[in-house]
């Protein structure tokens, strides 16, 4: 609204400012030369500095999304793979080994549906938010004094790696042989073992959870594996994980993943396989791993989306006010490119006198863009992945487009006024 009476105002005002006899010689003879040409062109330097600006920061957040979605994940993140949580809270599986059996039984029997190729547990599976944090100690020959380190943990089934194409980068995986009754074992990931063994040989180790009292520690545990890095979040580095067999560990909520065959969809036989092992039991709603990707990249999506539609409009608005200001020059001008053609110029010197002055508005314009980019980019800085705020080669792109679009707008005009026949141009008015 204020635009929009800004605009509707200010040709009246400065038409009263002007008397007649300055508007009458104004017309046609180098018209656009006074005050109202220059704040044209003033208002097409605001719109390259703004488009500029708009430009550059949704080029930099394009790149940053671009980076973030790129990073490696450490599984494979096909349609082929789904995802569904459950609770086992119930007071039927209270007792110990009752949660273990669940999960043994509900396997088994997901493993069963035409169309699965692999099924397994795990209570977090990747981006799905769950997480468990807990601290632990490296006993034995390898203590580590009375400090506890944080780890997150990961109660997982056995074909939990090979469900996900998790790479094995040494040892063994857990197998069903890794019950409650047996002796305890972990598989620790590559960030864990640079983060807390710093070039130790793992396999072997042991290692317990701190309890609730301090110096209290759990049951110890070995290290029998150790596997890639796995992340939970596009923005997150993976974080030293401790993956532990789930019959041993026995968590109150669980994710299950299905790796089916391409092409058959397997959610409703997986809810009827639920409601068949118990009736009671809320099943799983179950959605593609792809789907839980995108919805962790999605503020940083809807972000590059507006950024770019913003960029786009006032790109667009730019080039059509540089198109729209020198082609309203040109036509003031009309009568003096006439006289000039008449008395021999040529149409490369009329062309260049036009380019020179449209360029010059647009350099001015594109030197505050680079300018207000500058300053709001460094805003976005902590939002961005893998790309600086002020990087070079994001800029140069930007200016060089915006300067290529900004001459070929003002060519089109100036070339325009080359083929108006000198006699009639004298006779403009």
């Known amino acids: 609204m204020v635009a929009t009476l800004v605009v509707g105002l200010a040709p009246t005002i400065a038409s009263n400012e002007r008397t007649v006899a300055v508007a009458i010689r104004g ?7 006074h005050r109202g040409g220059r704040t044209r062109m003033v208002l097409v330097a605001v719109e390259i500095a703004c488009a500029i600006a708009l430009v550059v920061v949704a080029s930099l957040v394009t790149r940053s999304y671009g980076a973030l979605t790129a990073r490696p994940l450490g599984f494979e993140a096909r349609d082929d ?7 086992i809270g119930a007071a039927r599986y209270q007792s110990d080994g009752a949660r273990a059996a669940f999960f043994a039984r509900s396997v088994e029997r997901v493993r069963a549906i035409p169309g699965v190729r692999d099924a397994a547990w795990a209570f977090e599976a990747p981006f799905t938010r769950f997480e468990s944090q807990r601290t632990f100690r490296l006993v034995g020959a390898h203590e580590a004094g009375d400090r506890a380190l944080p780890v997150r943990t990961n109660p997982v089934g056995p ?3 090979r469900t996900l194409d998790i790479a094995m980068r040494s040892g063994r995986v857990f197998d069903e042989h890794d019950t409650a009754r047996a002796p305890g074992v972990v598989v620790v990931d590559e960030a864990f073992v640079r983060t807390y063994l710093r070039g130790s040989a793992p396999l072997g180790m042991r290692l317990a959870f701190t ?3 301090p110096g209290v520690l759990g049951p110890a545990m070995t290290i029998v594996g150790v596997v890639a890095n796995v992340r939970q979040s596009y923005a997150v580095p993976a974080q030293p994980t401790i993956y532990q067999p789930i019959a041993q560990a026995e ?3 669980a994710s299950l993943i299905v790796r089916n065959a391409p092409g058959i969809a397997v959610d409703d036989a997986i809810t009827d396989a639920f409601r068949a092992l118990d009736p009671r039991l809320v099943p799983p709603t179950v959605a593609a791993l792809p789907e839980l ?7 940083s999506r809807l972000t590059m989306q507006t950024l770019i539609a913003l960029a786009a409009v006032a790109f667009i608005l730019a080039l059509a006010g540089v198109y729209a200001v020198v082609g309203y020059g040109v036509a003031q001008r009309t009568r003096e490119f006439g006289i000039r053609m008449a008395l ?6 009329i062309v260049r006198d036009v380019l020179v002055r449209a360029m010059a508005t647009a350099c001015v314009g594109i030197a505050a863009g680079v300018v207000l980019a500058g300053i709001a980019v460094r805003s976005l800085a902590i939002t961005l992945y893998d790309i600086a705020p002020l990087d070079p080669a994001t800029f140069g792109c930007v200016v060089s487009v915006v300067a290529v679009a900004a001459l070929l707008a003002a060519l089109v005009p100036a070339w325009r ?4 026949d000198p006699v009639v141009a004298l006779r403009y008015d």
């Open 27 to 33: 017309a046609g003879r180098a018209g656009d030369l």
């Open 81 to 87: 793979r789904i995802v569904g949580a459950v609770t």
């Open 159 to 161: 074909q939990f790696f």
């Open 211 to 213: 309890g609730q009292q």
């Open 251 to 253: 968590p109150y909520i």
């Open 293 to 299: 990707l995108a919805a962790s990249a999605a503020r």
């Open 344 to 349: 021999g110029a040529p149409a490369r010197r």
């Open 417 to 420: 006024v080359t083929r108006v």
